[in-house]
Structures are given as C-alpha cells and as structure tokens.
Nanobody, 124 residues
Framework: VQLQASGGGLVQAGGSLRLSCAAAGRTFGSDAMGWFRQAPGKEREFVGVINWSSGHTYYADSVKGRFTISRDNAKNTVYLQMNSLKPEDTAVYYC??????????????????WGQGTQVTVSS
C-alpha cells in the first residue's frame, strides 16, 4: 500500500487547511484510515480516523469540532479538513492504514501502512 499525503502549508491562526491522503495498491474493505501528527520534540499522536466501509469517524478531543475526516471512495482518497487552526496544531501530519479495524483505534501500532507526512505550520 502506498500512501501519499499532501496539502500541508503555512497558515495563520484561525485559518483552514485541507490535507489529502491518496492510497494505491489496495482495495479497501474493513480498513480504517487514520491521521496522526508529530510536533518537534513530541511523540506522534492520534488525530482522527475514518472507517472506510461505514464512514464512521472518531477524533481526538484536541481536534473534535474543528477537524473533519471524509473519504472519496472513487478516488481512494481521504481528506482531513482542519478549521480554526491553532499554533499548537503545528506538526507533521501523517496518514496511515489499519487493514482491519472493527472499532476505532488511536493506537499507533494498529496501523500497518504510513504515508510520508506533510508539514502544517500555524502562525500566531
């Protein structure tokens, strides 16, 4: 599975960005596509996840109400819409695939495939 994340950039606090993660090499069924982020000097943390078949989403408390994950089945692409961005959202954002996710998972080790990451910088 190849994952290509894109859409990062520099934005002012309060602004919005939409990240994309295009997947190739797999037909998704019970998979889940998660988003994680890692700020300098910090551990990678869970942002949110979408179940590919049901479309059910689950978010970290820190982004709930500001971030939205959606998918386009035809394009094999998942999106992370980020609104009301804060400086503390600055990080490298990664998409990842869990091939079999029956319940939403925020655990890094459940995800087998990872994209290369895209930098998001929010200025104050």
């Amino acid at each position: 599975v190849q994952l290509q994340a894109s859409g990062g950039g520099l934005v002012q606090a309060g602004g919005s960005l939409r990240l994309s993660c295009a997947a190739a090499g797999r037909t998704f069924g019970s998979d889940a596509m998660g988003w994680f982020r890692q700020a300098p000097g910090k551990e990678r943390e869970f942002v949110g996840v979408i179940n590919w078949s049901s479309g059910h989403t689950y978010y970290a408390d820190s982004v709930k109400g500001r971030f939205t994950i959606s998918r386009d089945n035809a394009k094999n692409t998942v999106y992370l819409q980020m609104n009301s961005l804060k400086p503390e959202d600055t990080a490298v954002y990664y998409c990842a695939v869990d091939p079999l996710q029956l319940v939403p998972s925020s655990r890094i080790w459940d995800y087998d495939y990872w994209g290369q990451g895209t930098q998001v910088t929010v200025s104050s």
